[in-house]
């Protein structure tokens, strides 16, 4: 029996998604409360890892178990297991052919950043910050270069193990909120660190340091070595994950609230 857990987390406290040997990861977490209500070892697949200090509104994982329990049990029975930053948002039973990695048609990843004068205590950990006044028009002209299909050499981590740097963006958008600026990104994958390389290259349109057609520049010369430096984890945020109509999911998706 397979079933498929949405999960939200506050990625702060942990060294990513993946599990890790001092089990610090987000995984061994999950694994160890759903062991306990399944009686039984479990791994844990996700749509996608997410980076030291990268949150989830919506990360979406499977399991296999033989173990009957009410949808109820593999929420609130599991949560009661989980430390405060992390917490299962519901559970679904679905055919063995799903993959919470592989039947993942987008990711939808979403970047929160304060720009303001000083650091946000409130969002300490929460947002990006930038000190100085940034130009939204011009950013929103350098994020829809972005849009598309291309090559994004310019924005993938050298560690990157990706087969190919080609994605596809079906989403790059940009809101203003008072002072908050909220990045919106979705591809049917991502390279490592993409999402923060492509943040950190807006940033310096919005400063003033390139015109918008930099982003275009960048994306033609494929070269991460004349790529601004990658921003800050902590306004990163998995937002969901689209899957096939056909699995019935609840919702997979969510999205940022600034207050």
Same mark, same amino acid.
């Given at each position: 029996?397979?079933?498929?857990?949405?999960?939200?987390?506050?990625?702060?406290?942990?060294?990513?998604?993946?599990?890790?040997?001092?089990?610090?990861?987000?995984?061994?977490?999950?694994?160890?409360?759903?062991?306990?209500?399944?009686?039984?070892?479990?791994?844990?697949?996700?749509?996608?890892?997410?980076?030291?200090?990268?949150?989830?509104?919506?990360?979406?994982?499977?399991?296999?178990?033989?173990?009957?329990?009410?949808?109820?049990?593999?929420?609130?029975?599991? *949560? &009661? +297991? #989980?430390?405060?930053? %992390?917490?299962?948002?519901?559970?679904?039973? !679905?055919?063995?052919?799903?993959?919470?990695?592989?039947?993942?048609?987008?990711?939808?990843?979403?970047?929160?950043?304060?720009?303001?004068?000083?650091?946000?205590?409130?969002?300490?950990?929460?947002?990006?910050?930038?000190?100085?006044?940034?130009?939204?028009?011009?950013?929103?002209?350098?994020?829809?270069?972005?849009?598309?299909?291309?090559?994004?050499?310019?924005?993938?981590?050298?560690?990157?193990?990706?087969?190919?740097?080609?994605?596809?963006?079906?989403?790059?958008?940009?809101?203003?909120?008072?002072?908050?600026?909220?990045?919106?990104?979705?591809? *049917? &994958? +991502? #390279?490592?660190?993409? %999402?923060?390389?492509?943040?950190?290259?807006? !940033?310096?349109?919005?400063?003033?340091?390139?015109?918008?057609?930099?982003?275009?520049?960048?994306?033609?010369?494929?070269?991460?070595?004349?790529?601004?430096?990658?921003?800050?984890?902590?306004?990163?945020?998995?937002?969901?994950?689209?899957?096939?109509?056909?699995?019935?999911?609840?919702?997979?998706?969510?999205?940022?609230?600034?207050?």
């Amino acid at each position: 029996m397979r079933i498929v857990l949405g999960v939200e987390y506050d990625g702060a406290p942990y060294c990513g998604w993946q599990s890790q040997v001092d089990e610090c990861g987000v995984q061994d977490f999950v694994e160890n409360a759903v062991k306990n209500i399944a009686e039984h070892p479990v791994r844990i697949h996700a749509a996608g890892r997410t980076d030291t200090g990268v949150h989830a509104l919506m990360q979406v994982v499977h399991f296999d178990t033989n173990t009957q329990r009410p949808a109820s049990a593999w929420v609130r029975g599991v *949560n &009661a +297991f #989980l430390p405060a930053t %992390v917490c299962v948002l519901w559970a679904k039973t !679905v055919d063995n052919e799903f993959h919470a990695r592989f039947s993942a048609e987008q990711r939808c990843y979403q970047y929160l950043l304060a720009n303001q004068p000083t650091a946000p205590a409130i969002y300490a950990d929460k947002a990006g910050w930038y000190h100085l006044p940034l130009n939204v028009s011009a950013m929103t002209d350098a994020i829809a270069y972005m849009q598309g299909e291309h090559d994004f050499s310019a924005f993938r981590a050298s560690e990157c193990q990706a087969k190919s740097p080609v994605k596809n963006l079906s989403t790059a958008s940009i809101q203003a909120h008072g002072d908050f600026i909220i990045f919106n990104f979705s591809a *049917n &994958a +991502f #390279l490592q660190h993409q %999402v923060r390389n492509m943040v950190g290259a807006l !940033v310096y349109v919005g400063n003033g340091k390139h015109p918008p057609v930099f982003i275009k520049e960048l994306l033609a010369q494929k070269d991460r070595t004349l790529s601004p430096p990658t921003f800050s984890p902590n306004g990163l945020y998995l937002a969901g994950v689209e899957y096939n109509a056909k699995w019935n999911l609840p919702d997979t998706q969510r999205t940022l609230a600034v207050i």
